[in-house]
């Protein structure tokens, strides 16, 4: 038993400081679960782990200021929220770092194919939507999709109008895309209403991508109509 223990106490140090692991995290056999539940519970309530939730801990940071143990930093805490529920951070806090709104979020959003309801971890307000798109090989193209998600909700980002995150979508990040780049926009965009595709086609005519705009609005029916509220300027 004190070599077992010895062995998860030094997987844990091995963990980087700041980051939330779990059960999965380490290496042990399964009927060991009981017994590595005590241990970390025990290593909790000596300050050598802090308990994030059930099953989920972190070894806190010390200052380098005397200020004592850090708590978890946001960006870790993201990254936990965001396996834990499958997912990625979209929604306005996400559209004020891109620069689409100058208003500041209170409520996390994350988009994942199984949405829960809204809840709170931490000091985090957490909101979750359905992900219109989670067929993707790797994060690269998550900025695209946070993209997409902005022409989703281009009537209901704070701050701003329709015409507003229409007229900066299009000059601060299509115009600025390469033609791969774009086809990765298309290619995402088939997974989204129709709306969101219509706006797409409308940008990707603005900047003169006719052959991609062809084909993004043979994915809309001929019949469809729209009530948007922007207006389409050539450049």
Do not use: W
Not at 44 to 50: D, E, F, I, N
Not at 193 to 199: E, F, L, N, T
Request: with cysteine; proline share 5%.
């Amino acid at each position: 038993m004190a070599s077992f223990r010895k062995e998860i106490l030094g997987q844990i140090e091995r963990i980087d400081t700041g980051r939330i692991f779990t059960f999965r995290d380490l290496s042990f056999e399964t009927e060991k679960t009981a017994n590595v539940a005590v241990l970390l519970s025990e290593q909790s309530r000596k300050g050598v782990l802090v308990r994030v939730e059930k099953g989920a801990y972190y070894r806190p940071k010390k200052s380098v200021l005397g200020l004592g143990k850090l708590p978890v930093y946001q960006d870790e805490q993201f990254r936990y929220l965001t396996e834990k529920l499958n997912g990625y951070i979209t929604g306005a806090y996400v559209y004020n770092k891109m620069g689409l709104t100058e208003q500041v979020a209170t409520t996390i959003t994350i988009a994942t194919p199984n949405p829960v309801r809204r809840f709170r971890f931490k000091n985090l307000d957490i909101e979750c939507v359905k992900a219109y798109c989670m067929d993707y090989p790797d994060e690269s193209l998550v900025p695209y999709l946070r993209l997409l998600d902005a022409i989703k909700d281009m009537k209901r980002i704070p701050g701003t109008t329709g015409q507003d995150i229409y007229n900066r979508v299009k000059s601060q990040y299509f115009n600025g895309y390469s033609l791969p780049e774009l086809e990765k926009i298309v290619s995402l965009a088939k997974s989204y209403p129709p709306r969101v595709r219509k706006v797409v086609a409308d940008i990707l005519g603005d900047i003169r991508q006719t052959v991609l705009q062809t084909e993004m609005a043979k994915t809309i029916l001929p019949t469809t109509r729209f009530n948007m509220n922007y207006q389409v300027y050539k450049t």
